[in-house]
């Protein structure tokens, strides 16, 4: 991983409102692909989606569904619950855009969606297949 993107994710953290988007762009560009090292953020990232921050659960959330582009292991199904429970939290700021996440990121875990008055949003894990939304 580079030093650039391990700044970015310690600048995630920052109370400078334009140091922190800038790390969010950074982070988020640097996995929009899949990569090799993303199980050297998982635990990290997993971790975060409990912060008191909402900035920071919101920008984890995003984050780990760019990581589970790179999660052979499957372990986003794991940690789905605690994923999924940031975007039911009322000061989650980028609801919008984690939801429209789920359906591009984690798309063989096994999702049954719903649809909410703000799309289709609210997976949950099933045994059964995946029913896609529109």
Same mark, same amino acid.
């Given at each position: ?6 700044r ?36 990290r ?42 975007? $039911?939290d %009322? ?9 429209? $996440? ?15 008055? $703000?799309?289709?949003?609210?997976? %949950?894990?099933?045994?059964?297949? $995946?029913?896609?939304?529109?």
């Amino acid at each position: 991983m580079e030093e650039a993107l391990t700044r970015a994710l310690a600048d995630v953290r920052s109370s400078d409102q334009g140091v922190q988007n800038s790390a969010y762009k950074a982070v988020m560009e640097a996995t929009d692909v899949p990569i090799a090292w993303a199980y050297e953020l998982w635990d990290r990232v997993v971790a975060d989606l409990g912060d008191v921050d909402n900035h920071v659960r919101a920008i984890a959330a995003q984050l780990l569904c760019n990581l589970a582009k790179s999660d052979p292991e499957r372990r986003i199904t794991r940690d789905f619950p605690a994923l999924l429970e940031v975007t $039911r939290d %009322s000061r989650f700021v980028r609801r919008a855009i984690a939801c429209s $996440r789920f359906g591009r990121s984690v798309p063989s875990v096994g999702l049954r969606w719903r649809r909410s008055g $703000r799309g289709w949003c609210g997976a %949950s894990l099933s045994a059964g297949r $995946r029913r896609a939304g529109p």
